[in-house]
């Protein structure tokens, strides 16, 4: 069994027909260009006039990208969160310039589906047909994706119209999106936030830059009494602020996936070269260090797939009373984006020179992925987020149950409802203890719930004070030691639905407890800590991983090492 996505033996997970033609002809759309373009388009920062057309051609966005209720009866149009993410990391495995087409199309149209406004759905619904793409006008230069501070505005004329002025920054996609669903506030007494709907074609839309040096277009875009009719309003008010948050909760969680895809091509490529390489007489991935180096890739590589796709089901089965997702998604965007650097790094200490050559894809990965940790409020932002759910899920769990896989040809309707984006500590999970007792057969498994038991036990007894609590250097290891144990609740749920083999899972689980010990070597260096938590923090660490090696040598004959000469894209 291949983990990793093979292009040349592509599996889908969807079961329609439609699904599997969409994947198959981005395949080969890719496979046909050859790796020598898309590496030289990549190198002279080439817009990717190619690849827009052919979404437009075989009406891929629209098809991902349209709720059934506005797509005129076509069978294959649906928002299904799980085909998405498949595709995110299908079109990032190619490269993240095209995947961020189709990220910042879904934030572009997060406000549009939000909206109350059916004009406007309406023409998205065409213009996506048509072949168009979007754009989230959010973010402005002095204070990034700080929406307190938006300073673009909407200035009633007296007539029921509105001019809008102002100028936004970092916007994908603002140099061609047909509709850029745009951030404001009202100037009418109210200071009301809104969304609009504004057009690159217009000459009130001024096209400044592309503030990135890259393929894609991040653009400068100013509005110089931009006119505005209630035909362009999608939302106003808190629906407007919520708006705002909720299409992020929705688009970002993309970043997971696309991460997943970049890492996977740069594992075929890096593993291959040193499969056929001999140094000092030695094949190079017979030496200790190198095998550790691709064996610990891999599995982290396998661990983020799987963490990805268990929690894509919380967003499929995500309800009014059920927002478990709120967890799963920021956690998403910090530890499997990280993880995909991590693995990177891994590589690249393998194959050194190598990736830095113009003909790999490793160059250009090596590059661009550390971008997706750094696209969504930075890794301290998701942490800090993700600490408001910790109390809750440790100390006050639910009646839930594991929500199970859905991968049915339903919309997900939830997403472009989800109501106020306040009451996060309110948020409640089903308890994670069952699916760890069921896996602690494996010896590291029953190492890392010992860890979690400790760890539990600190917050409980010797949490950090308000000091501690406002220190990021302190209160940041509290919240990546607590994601590990809900990265880890989520990759056990997947891990029995798949039944995956229990000998890849104990060595997950070995680098599992590596890395919590490692926060908590954090915590105990750091000079605010108090002695009992010091205390804590050595019970961790002095929990290690058990060796195995039978066990790790069968993982890499029978997983690893077999991935030599398994792919190559086509030149």
Known sequence: MNFL???????????????????????????????????????????????????????????????????????????????????????????????????????????????????????????????????????????????????????????????????????????EAEMVSTLGKVKDGTDDYTFFVTNYHHKAYELKKNVISHQEYVSNFALHDYPITEDDILSRGPHAWDSALNTVNIGKFNIGPASIGISEHCFYEAITHASNRILYGMKVTDMPHVKKNFMDAWLRLVAMKMYQRRSTDYFRGAGENDRRYLLYNPTSKMKVTLQSEEVINLLWDVIAARGFEKDTIFHMAAADVRGPSKLEGTVHVNVQLIRKFMKNYFFNPADYTPEAPDFSDKDDLFLFNQGPTKGLGKVQFHDYKPVFEAFKDLPNVAAFIDQINIFKEFLEKAGPDKVQDMDPSWSLPVGEMFSIVVYGQLILEQAQFDNTDKDVLNQIFDFMVRDFAGFALQIYGNHSSKDDQRDYCTKIMLIKAISNPTQYNKVWENYVSTLNGEYAMNE
């Open 5 to 175: 996505i093979q292009p040349k033996k592509y599996k889908t997970l969807m079961a329609d027909e439609g699904s599997k033609a969409i994947m198959e002809k981005t395949i080969a759309f890719f496979e046909n260009m050859g790796k020598e373009q898309l590496l030289d388009d990549y190198n002279k920062k080439v817009w990717y006039r190619e690849f827009v057309d052919f979404l437009g051609k075989e009406q891929i966005f629209a098809k991902l990208l349209t709720p059934k209720e506005y797509a005129d009866g076509d069978p294959d149009c649906r928002w299904d969160t799980a085909r998405n993410s498949e595709y995110s990391e299908l079109l990032a495995f190619y490269g993240l310039g095209y995947w961020y087409c189709f990220q910042v199309t879904i934030l572009g149209l997060g406000p549009i589906w939000m909206s109350p406004n059916e004009t406007a759905k309406k023409k998205a619904a065409k213009l996506l047909k048509d072949g168009a793409i979007f754009a989230f006008g959010l973010s402005e230069r002095t204070h990034g994706a700080d929406i307190y501070s938006t300073e673009t505005a909407l200035t009633p004329k007296g007539d029921g119209t509105f001019v809008a002025n102002g100028e936004k920054y970092y916007i994908g996609n603002g140099n």
